[in-house]
Nanobody, 120 residues
Framework: QVQLVESGGGLVQAGGSLRLSCTLS????????MGWFRQAPGKEREQVAA??????YYADSVKGRFTVSRDNAKNTVYLQMNSLKLEDTAVYYC???????????????WGQGTQVTVSS
């Protein structure tokens, strides 16, 4: 069974940076496309970024500020978040699926989420 554990959330001032990490266990990491979603209070969950086998995808709202990467040797996917804005405040979730991100509707596996709060 796939398990995903996120870390790296916290409180940061606007304009600052955070890096989220998500480690997959229970299956072979390189088989999975990985993604990051977020949900702010009162808003729908949105996909932020995803990375497959050499391809990556970003929501328009984070392009140029966020970078998704993966380290197959460490079974870990990262989300580097720079130039953070107040509207980036949300619970961030890691997700995994063996399908390409282009085929995702709702990924199969989810982490527990980590809170990111951006203050003014």
């Amino acid at each position: 069974q796939v398990q995903l554990v996120e870390s790296g959330g916290g409180l940061v001032q606007a304009g600052g940076s955070l890096r989220l990490s998500c480690t997959l266990s229970g299956r072979t990491f390189r088989w999975y496309a990985m993604g990051w979603f977020r949900q702010a209070p009162g808003k729908e969950r949105e996909q932020v970024a995803a990375i497959g086998d050499g391809d990556s995808y970003y929501a328009d709202s984070v392009k140029g500020r966020f970078t998704v990467s993966r380290d197959n040797a460490k079974n870990t996917v990262y989300l580097q978040m720079n130039s953070l804005k107040l509207e980036d405040t949300a619970v961030y979730y890691c997700a995994a699926d063996r399908r390409s991100p282009r085929e995702w509707g709702v990924p199969v596996y989810w982490g527990q989420g980590t809170q990111v709060t951006v203050s003014s």
